[in-house]
């Protein structure tokens, strides 16, 4: 392994990385950051949680003036949250060099941004749209940009931003130094790292770094109307860390958290829906263990790293294998251990043979766990609590009226009588949750095939200011409205 030390990285940046706690670098960082110390151009392929913030924003950060207030380097991220999780790591890593960064993305007020970047932060991390606004508003000036990153740019693709990618470099000065990272590289992909990049120097994680090796992988097969019981069984038994629970649709995630909580569970949903505050407080919540389960659509599953998720659960499985990776992505992480249970209702199994054919991996059968066996499961808790308890053997005040006790019942008795109130019996009401459609194999590949094969790779978007969002900006709806094809593809712009 290369150590930070081996790498030429400036000392304030060094002594940022001791306090995160990072000395060796992962592959990503160890091959990227010399050559674009270098001032080259570079395409890195790499998956999410492989290090890519460190690997471009060291770099970045190494080239800044920061006694200039000017914004000298642009960092485009897909999602909100993403392009916030971003912003808040090159400031830990820029702050002993006093350089600022900030995040601008729509859902926020224009005019807070605005004032934020009056501030004359050097750099600034944006969705695409929200980017290209301040552009044409010259509240973003790109003058003095001398780097260009572009972070995730296949789900930038997937997400009908390309064409907002085109208009941002073009507008960039041209001897600018570019870093483009992306999971895969699809045609578009590779024509931007042709057409507008400098003779780039190609970085890609070798195959056994792509995979999910620290993942334990199982299905449960069960019926629909099941699933919601077989996950709280299921959590009752093992009590996760922290989990996060994938669901297909908003009205899921809300009807799986009221689902949770009224069973008596600490969960919180989040999807694109909510305000930009009420994300940051339910993520914020999560990483400190407020909360114990994270109920959430796609929209989590990039860019969310969050330490210390045990179990990942699809509670629906999702459409792409692509999805399935990003989404069992969010455990085992930084060498750690972690499950994923995906549950797959009986005409989902095709779906499950591709997921496992195309991530080259293999899922074990687990059976549901039983209401008894989730009872058993909270009782084994509350024992292994009275065990703490006695490991401490700090017992000694309560030894006088143990002895009262056990003159009056037996042993086992006493016992049982702890254990009763110390577990967490749940309130078994009944939960209602909205049935959707199986996912049929030939849709999926329908859909894999369309990827490669649709030129621009655009979804369709409603249009600025006429609402349509969903998870990630996404007009699920119009992709059906007759007439409106070419027009939209030719007109719109995502709302970001």
């Known amino acids: 392994m290369t150590t930070f030390n081996e790498l030429n990285i400036s000392q304030p940046i060094m002594k940022a990385l001791e306090k995160m706690g990072f000395e060796e670098a992962t592959p990503i ?47 485009v991220a897909p999602t909100r949250e993403l392009a916030i999780q971003v912003a808040e790591e090159i400031n830990r890593l820029g702050k002993g ?64 931003f390309i064409d907002d990618i085109r208009d941002i470099l073009k507008n960039i000065p041209a001897e600018r130094q570019t870093l483009l990272f992306s999971a895969t590289m699809p045609k578009e992909i590779r024509d931007i790292a042709t057409n507008l990049m400098n003779n780039p120097k190609e970085v890609k994680v070798k ?31 093992y009590a996760p860390g922290l989990a996060i629970v994938f669901a297909r649709t908003k009205k899921r995630v809300d009807e799986v958290t009221d689902g949770l909580q009224t069973r008596g569970f600490r969960a919180e949903g989040i999807h694109g829906d909510l305000t930009q505050g009420k994300r940051m407080s339910v993520l914020n919540k999560f ?13 989590a599953a990039r860019g969310l790293d969050i330490s210390g998720v045990t179990h990942v659960y699809n509670f629906d499985i999702p459409q792409d294998p692509e999805g399935y990776v990003h989404r069992i992505g969010r455990t085992g ?6 499950e994923a249970i995906s549950f797959i209702t009986p005409r989902e199994t095709a779906q499950l043979h591709l997921i496992e054919k195309v991530t080259k991996s293999k899922m074990k059968r687990m059976g549901p766990p039983t209401f008894q066996e989730a009872r058993r499961g909270q009782q084994q808790a509350a024992a292994d609590k009275l065990r703490r308890t006695i490991d401490k053997k700090d017992l000694q005040e309560y030894h006088e009226t143990a002895t009262e006790l056990l003159q009056d019942h037996d042993s086992v008795t006493v016992v049982a009588a702890a254990l009763k109130m110390l577990t967490k019996e749940r309130r078994n009401a009944p939960v209602n949750i909205s049935s959707v459609q199986p996912i049929s194999v030939k849709k999926a590949q329908r859909s894999r095939d369309n990827k490669g094969g649709r030129s621009g790779n655009k979804k369709f978007y409603g249009k ?11 007009n699920q709806g119009g992709r059906n409205r007759k007439g409106n094809y070419q027009k939209r593809q030719n007109n719109r712009r995502p709302n970001s």
């Open 207 to 237: 195959a056994k770094e792509m995979t999910v090796e620290n993942i334990d992988q199982y299905f449960i097969e069960i019926p629909e109307k099941h699933k919601f019981d077989t996950l709280t069984n299921h959590l009752d038994i």
């Open 333 to 338: 992480r930084a060498g750690r251990a972690g």
């Open 464 to 474: 600025r200011g006429q609402g349509g969002r969903s998870q990630g900006g996404r």
């Open 287 to 299: 990483k400190n263990n407020r909360v114990d389960v994270l109920v959430a659509t796609d929209v």
């Open 29 to 75: 960082q160890a091959e990227t950051i010399p050559s674009a110390l270098e001032g080259n151009d570079v395409i890195g392929q790499a998956q999410t949680g492989t290090g890519k913030t460190a690997a471009f924003g060291i770099p970045l950060l190494e080239k800044i003036d920061s006694g200039q207030r000017k914004i000298q380097a642009l960092i």
């Open 97 to 160: 060099k006093g350089i600022r960064t900030i995040s601008v993305f729509g859902g926020q007020h224009m005019e807070r941004q605005i004032k934020a970047l009056k501030d004359g932060p050097q750099v600034v991390v944006a969705t695409p749209g929200r980017l290209l606004d301040h552009m044409r508003r010259k509240t973003i000036r790109t003058d003095n940009v001398q780097t260009a990153v572009l972070d995730e740019a296949d789900e930038m693709l997937n997400m009908g």
